[in-house]
């Protein structure tokens, strides 16, 4: 569909695609990820797709500063960018701004990954509950790296984390770039229709070689699964079947369930979100015009 928006606006000589996908960051995750094909890729220019090898970390204010730059550069050779992709912490931290939050220590750090381990995700999600609500409230005790930053940052400042986004909080694209945006919000008219299409998709990507890709991937000796990379839906179901923890059925079944659940988070951040042109419906060619 994003491709469709770049041919109606003229092609890669008049527009410019910007993923805002957490995932297809990194080389080597190409069918888990649907991420576009190298033909694809070359005669729609995506940025910030296969910027990271699966070892490496991205924060929402790395992806920030490389999208603004993205945009302006399209701008600066007369092209329309266009951000894509489902990513919504991305999305609303480029549209919003996001806190210039301190660097946390190393032994900081590791502390709390040697209690993570010996205590449990949940003894320290109550720590931060109890020492910013507000953050906690919205952080899932099993999203281990969000859990352990935020706790990072608390414990090195002494500081709710909440009190230091509304006191350090960056611009918004506007105040940061100059520039205006128009979004384009599109949901699915029928709730059965979207989870067959799932079911699908992660058929197909069965039959395109994804247990061979997240085999490749462990098979390199330097990918763990506690790596952002691999927390990703239907890789950390296949790490599990790989290393013979489930069988082939429970896999499947876990990664659909898991893509069913990211679909409804995302349309419960879009539901919320502020302003934008809203298509409901299953047809991308109704919501290709809306966007045009």
Same mark, same amino acid.
């Given at each position: 569909?994003?491709? *469709? ?21 990194? !080389? ?11 033909? @694809? ?11 990271? +090898? ?6 929402? %204010?790395?992806? $920030? ?16 960018? =266009?951000? $894509? ?13 996001? *806190? /210039?939050?301190? *660097?946390?220590?190393?032994?900081? !750090?590791?502390?709390? +990954? ?15 509950? #109890?020492?910013?609500? =507000?953050?906690?409230?919205? =952080?899932?005790? &099993? ?12 414990? %090195?400042?002494? &500081? ?14 506007? #105040? ?13 008219? &029928? !709730? ?5 299409? =799932? ?16 085999? %490749?991937?462990?098979?390199?000796? /330097? ?9 990703? $839906? ?18 499947? @079944? ?11 988070? #995302?349309?419960?951040?879009? !539901? ?6 809203? $298509? ?13």
């Amino acid at each position: 569909m994003v491709m *469709a928006v770049q041919d109606a606006l003229g092609g890669r000589e008049h527009a410019q695609l910007i993923s805002a996908d957490s995932a297809l960051i990194y !080389r080597g995750m190409d069918i888990g990820t649907a991420k576009p094909s190298t033909a @694809e890729l070359e005669q729609y220019p995506h940025k910030l797709i296969n910027i990271l +090898e699966p070892t490496a970390s991205y924060s929402a %204010a790395e992806f $920030v500063a490389a999208a603004d730059a993205a945009i302006l550069q399209a701008l600066e050779q007369g092209k329309k960018p =266009i951000v $894509v992709g489902g990513t919504m912490m991305y999305l609303k931290c480029l549209s919003k701004g996001i *806190a /210039d939050l301190p *660097a946390t220590d190393l032994a900081t !750090r590791s502390a709390l +990954e040697a209690e993570l381990l010996d205590q449990g995700a949940e003894v320290l999600h109550q720590e931060l509950a #109890q020492r910013d609500s =507000i953050v906690a409230a919205g =952080i899932h005790p &099993n999203n281990h790296q969000r859990l352990l930053r935020a706790l990072a940052v608390i414990r %090195a400042t002494g &500081n709710a984390l909440s009190a230091q986004w509304a006191s350090r909080a960056s611009g918004t694209l506007l #105040q940061r770039t100059g520039c205006t945006s128009e979004t384009v919000i599109m949901m699915p008219a &029928n !709730r059965a229709l979207l989870h067959q299409r =799932i079911a699908q998709r992660f058929e197909y990507m069965l039959g395109a070689g994804l247990l061979a890709e997240v085999q %490749a991937l462990m098979s390199r000796g /330097d990918i763990t699964r506690d790596m952002p990379s691999m927390r990703a $839906v239907g890789y950390r179901q296949a790490w599990s079947h790989l290393s013979e923890e489930i069988d082939k059925q429970t896999f499947v @079944e876990q990664g659909m369930a898991a893509t069913r659940q990211l679909a409804k988070r #995302q349309m419960t951040w879009l !539901r919320k979100w502020p302003e934008g042109a809203v $298509v409901t419906s299953d047809d991308p060619q109704e919501a290709l015009g809306v966007i045009v």
